[in-house]
């Protein structure tokens, strides 16, 4: 299993575009068969910042999910939403 947290902040005045289009990716990316579980989180105290809780069966799964068009269209969207680059936090599981 690949576990990962998404960290994307939005430019000034973008919060709600990005906020949508992150919204947009939830349902197709449960439906993918790789996916385990995709949660979308807003920080309270820094509304500008959401984390995405995602997990994969393996690489194959993420593999896939990159390269779907919903993905895709979101990438597009990147350089106008994102006041810096999507940061990717993979972790480790270290409870039993």
Known sequence: MISIIAILKAKPGKRDSLKKALQALLLPTRQEPGN???HLYQLR???DCF??????????GLEAHIALPH???FILQMDELLAEP????YLTKVEP
């Open 36 to 38: 385990i579980e995709y």
């Open 45 to 47: 105290d820094t509304p």
């Open 51 to 60: 984390y995405v809780r995602e997990a994969w069966r393996g690489q194959e």
């Open 71 to 73: 993905f895709q269209a």
């Open 86 to 89: 999507l940061r990717l936090d």
